[in-house]
């Protein structure tokens, strides 16, 4: 018989974590530097936002469980998964300042997470709770693979997707509000019903703090049936607070700002009177239960990653205010080095320091010749093969009348390994290929 249990079948529930700590010494520079020293030292790492990073002691945590599992499959399966996710899922609760643990279910990353609300939708359109043609929003900034499960799930099911056009460099907050009223107006139209909206928390490329609270605000004033918001930098990188925020669905990666190995992400489902209907796209024995309990067994496979979120807030926590002040830091630091950049080249931040997070897009000079998206991923690779500087280049196309605009912008991580040397390895590396004449129709693909 199904079990309504969202602890996984286990009835202890953990005690509440503790989030942040007083220790009597917080970790040093050489203690991060040996916690990061698995890092390829030959490379100016300053692209955390794509994959993040994991450190040693969290690497040791994960290979503890591998090993208990490999030792004794059974026993791990039985008496120790079920407790671990729920502990995973009851630090999370409290990290995100969700109501329940039942709101919280750990999946593989941002990806999958999108594909259970998208797969829900498009199961509303084909057993008539929503009517073809009623649309499903989104930003026209969404991740490339947010797009695909649109297509994937709820075009073919004959929605119709409206894309918010935002504008980039973006200066404030209401340019971006401006926009979304202006979309939701288009979907509205023709009595059509906007049934999802789907909505970034920092977008990726260009990457860009969107004022989610507000757009949320007016989704609910406009009578959107239900948000959900794709955060797969935010947790770790800017605030995320679930009654604040006031989403339907909301979800996160944990590898890359909150230093998890990979994958692991949580979905936050805002409890309903009715009960979520949503499901794991890999169907196991659990089906039924509840998404977070069919989330927590999806087959044999290794859940490590998802097990060691309680010694990730160890680590955290050895730093002065805990990931509070990690994300503080981070903030100020790459904010200073995307200034720097921008100075040393002549160009400009692709926004303002109140909406970037931990990343920042940082103009490159215009002499390069950056003209389309393979130009950007040509640059890219030829910083790392030639200079040891993994960052991402972003294509950003003219506008009709501009003169001389800047169409490369760079995206620049910072995160606790990094140092000031890794920007200025890539200030050097740009400005050596300015002062050879360089530009990118010099690159074969």
Not at 189 to 214: F, N, Q, W, Y
Not at 323 to 332: D, L, P, T, V
Request: hydrophobic share 35%; with cysteine; charged share 20%.
């Amino acid at each position: 018989m199904a079990s309504n249990n969202h602890n996984n079948g286990c009835s202890h529930i953990p005690k509440k974590p503790k989030l942040s700590s007083s220790p009597s010494s917080f970790i040093t520079p050489s203690e991060i530097q040996s916690e990061f020293s698995h890092h390829d030292p030959s490379v100016a790492r300053i692209n955390n936002g794509s994959f993040g990073c994991c450190p040693s002691s969290i690497i040791a945590a994960q290979q503890h469980w591998q090993l208990k599992y490999l030792r004794q499959p059974d026993n791990f399966y039985f008496n120790h998964l079920k407790n671990g996710i729920l502990q995973s899922r009851t630090i999370i609760k409290e990290l995100v300042n969700a109501e329940h643990v039942d709101e919280i279910s750990i999946v593989d990353n941002a990806t999958t997470a999108a594909s259970i609300v998208l797969q829900h939708a498009a199961w509303s359109f084909r057993e008539g709770r929503f009517q073809k043609g009623d649309v499903v929003l989104m930003l026209h900034y969404a991740y490339g693979s947010v797009k695909k499960s649109m297509e994937a799930y709820v075009t073919r099911a004959g929605g119709k997707v409206i894309e918010v056009p935002l504008p980039f460099p973006v200066s404030s907050n209401d340019d971006i509000i401006s926009e979304f009223r202006k979309a939701l107006e288009r979907g509205k139209s023709d009595g059509k019903r906007v049934r999802l909206a789907v909505i970034d928390h920092v977008t990726s490329m260009p990457c860009v703090v969107i004022p989610v609270k507000e757009l949320i605000q007016i989704c609910r004033e406009e009578g959107v049936d239900q948000v959900f918001v794709d955060a797969a930098h935010s947790i770790g990188c800017t605030d995320v607070d679930m009654k604040e925020i006031g989403a339907d669905f909301y979800t996160s990666n944990l590898h890359k700002w909150l230093f998890c190995p990979p994958s692991i992400a949580f979905l936050y489902t805002r409890k309903h009177p009715k009960g979520s209907e949503l499901h794991h796209p890999v169907v196991s024995h659990e089906y039924g239960n509840g998404l977070a309990v069919e989330s927590a067994w999806i087959g044999t496979r290794d859940y490590s990653s998802q097990l060691v979120v309680p010694a990730v807030l160890e680590f955290v926590n050895r730093f002065e205010g805990g990931i509070e002040g990690i994300k503080k830091r981070n903030h100020e630091t790459v904010v200073e080095m995307g200034e720097m950049l921008a100075k040393a080249w002549g160009t400009h931040l692709g926004s303002p320091p109140s909406m970037c997070a931990s990343m920042v897009m940082v103009g490159l000079p215009t002499c390069l010749g950056i003209n389309n998206d393979s130009d950007a991923l040509k640059l890219r690779t030829h910083l790392r093969d030639d200079f040891g500087v993994e960052v991402p280049i972003y294509y950003r196309p003219p506008r009709d009348g501009e003169v001389g605009p800047v169409t490369g912008y760079a995206r620049i991580s910072h995160q606790v390994y990094n140092k000031v040397d890794d920007y200025y390895k890539f200030r050097d590396a740009v400005n050596q290929l300015v002062q050879k004449g360089f530009t990118c129709t010099l690159l074969t693909d």
